[in-house]
C-alpha cells in the first residue's frame, strides 16, 4: 500500500511539475517579447525572437495538458453524464478516458517518431536563429507523454475505483446551468 501511496505523489508531483513548467514557459514568452521591443527601440535585432516565442508557446501548451486536466480546467460536458445512472456513468467514462488515452498514447507515439526523424535529418528552423528543431519538438513529447500517463491514470482509477480522480473545484462548473 505504500509503494501505490509514493506512486499516486509521484505522478500528482509530475503533474504539478508539468504545470510549473508550462507557467515558465509562459513567463519566457512574457521576456521574450519584452527583450524583442527593447531591443527594436534600440534599433538592434533579437533575431530568432518570434521563432522562440513559438517554441515557448507550444511548450507551454503541451506541458500544461496533463496539469489542467487533473485540476478540471478542461473542458469536460458534463451534461450526459450527470443525467445518467452511476453504472453507466461510469461506462461513460471508461468510454471516454479510454479513448483519451490511447489517443494520446498513439499521439505521443508518432510525435516521438516526429522528433527522430528532426534530429536524424539534422533539421533545423528556416528563421533567422536556424535552430535545431528536435530541441523544441522534445518539449510536444513529454508534454505528451504525460498526458498519456494522466489519463489513463484517470483511466485505471474509473475502473477500479468507479470515478475519476479530476479536481472538483472546477469540473462542477460545467453542468450547463
Not at 33 to 60: H, N
Not at 112 to 137: C, H, M, T
Request: aromatic share 14%; with cysteine; charged share 15%.
Amino acid at each position: 500500500m505504500a509503494a501505490l501511496r509514493q506512486l499516486r505523489n509521484g505522478l500528482d508531483f509530475i503533474y504539478l511539475a508539468s504545470g510549473v513548467l508550462a507557467a515558465f514557459f509562459l513567463i519566457a514568452i512574457l521576456m521574450l517579447i519584452v527583450i524583442q521591443m527593447l531591443a527594436r527601440w534600440t534599433g538592434e535585432v533579437f533575431a530568432g525572437a518570434p521563432d522562440y516565442a513559438g517554441y515557448c508557446m507550444a511548450a507551454a501548451s503541451f506541458f500544461a495538458f496533463a496539469h489542467a486536466l487533473h485540476r478540471g480546467a478542461h473542458i469536460r460536458v458534463s451534461i450526459v453524464l450527470n443525467a445518467v445512472p452511476d453504472g453507466v456513468r461510469r461506462l461513460l467514462e471508461i468510454w471516454c478516458f479510454g479513448i483519451g488515452a490511447a489517443t494520446a498514447w498513439y499521439f505521443s507515439y508518432y510525435a516521438y517518431r516526429f522528433v527522430y526523424w528532426s534530429w536524424k535529418f539534422n533539421e533545423v528552423s528556416q528563421g533567422q536563429d536556424a535552430s535545431p528543431l528536435w530541441i523544441p519538438q522534445m518539449s510536444m513529447v513529454i508534454g505528451a507523454v504525460i498526458l498519456a500517463i494522466a489519463l489513463t491514470d484517470h483511466l485505471v482509477h474509473v475502473v477500479f475505483v468507479g470515478d475519476h480522480r479530476i479536481e472538483t473545484d472546477l469540473v462542477e462548473q460545467s453542468h450547463g446551468e
